[in-house]
């Protein structure tokens, strides 16, 4: 059963003029959220927003006795929603409903962990890396943006052993062009026998070519779809997406049957 609390901001790091990460108070979600699943916010103070909207739990944080005590939220201001987040005070209570949703699957070796993220897609993989670390898994980090400026947390995942892989549209940082191009020429390299799982997490066309690519190499992949949602408990149907199902489509809703799905499962045309 998820958790609907009323989490004070106990620390906002503004990591650029559009992206930050929130800390919230919130120890009954931390002590339960999975890599890959989300929460549903809004400022408990006015009416616009409205609704809350879904975000990946970024981190969990813990006390020195190793007690969840805290969660994080990567955020990108782009409407009234993110914006009211870029903005939130340390003291000030956002709504906070989980953790919800179909989590990624956390593999053990000796099969490989490749994480692929599309900008603030970046966001389910900080708790899916800490989770296979402690795995001993081996993993790569496939992460494209616009610019290097965009490209967050790399120490961090560099601390956990991930190997980085970073492309950039302007060539500013790692290689020129999509993390897609990355990720085919580096599945096409793997050793015969060696199996990698792919998860994705970005844009929806980013998710295509990434269960379209892993398939290619025949290789298991999963996709955290970023549909609207209205409520995150099933209840709205805002958030519908086609599945394949004895070879016909049919629609599930992504914030209970996932947001976490295989890859091939997904009707993408």
Known sequence: MPFDVEAAVIANRRLSSDYNVLTLAAPSIAAQAQPGQFVMVKPVAGHDPLLRRPFSVFEVISDEGGEPTAITLLNKQIGVSTRRLYDAAV???????GPLGRPFTVIEPPAQAWMVAGGVGLAPFALLAEALHARGAAMTLFYGARTGGELFYLDFFKALGVRLLLTTEDGSAGERGRVTTALERELSTLPKGQ??????????????????????????????????????????????????????????????????????????E
């Not at 003291?91 to 409903?97: I, S």
Request: with cysteine; charged share 15%.
């Open 195 to 268: 199996s990698a799982l792919v998860s994705a997490c970005g844009p929806e066309g980013m998710l295509a070519a990434v269960a379209r690519i892993a398939a290619a190499a025949g290789q298991p992949s999963e996709v955290s779809v970023e549909r609207v949602m209205g409520c995150g408990l099933g209840g709205c149907y805002s958030c519908v997406i086609p599945v394949r199902h004895d070879d016909a489509a049919h629609f599930v809703r992504s914030c209970i049957a996932g947001p976490v799905f295989a890859g091939d499962e997904i009707v993408w």
């Open 91 to 97: 003291g000030e209570h956002l709504a906070c409903l």
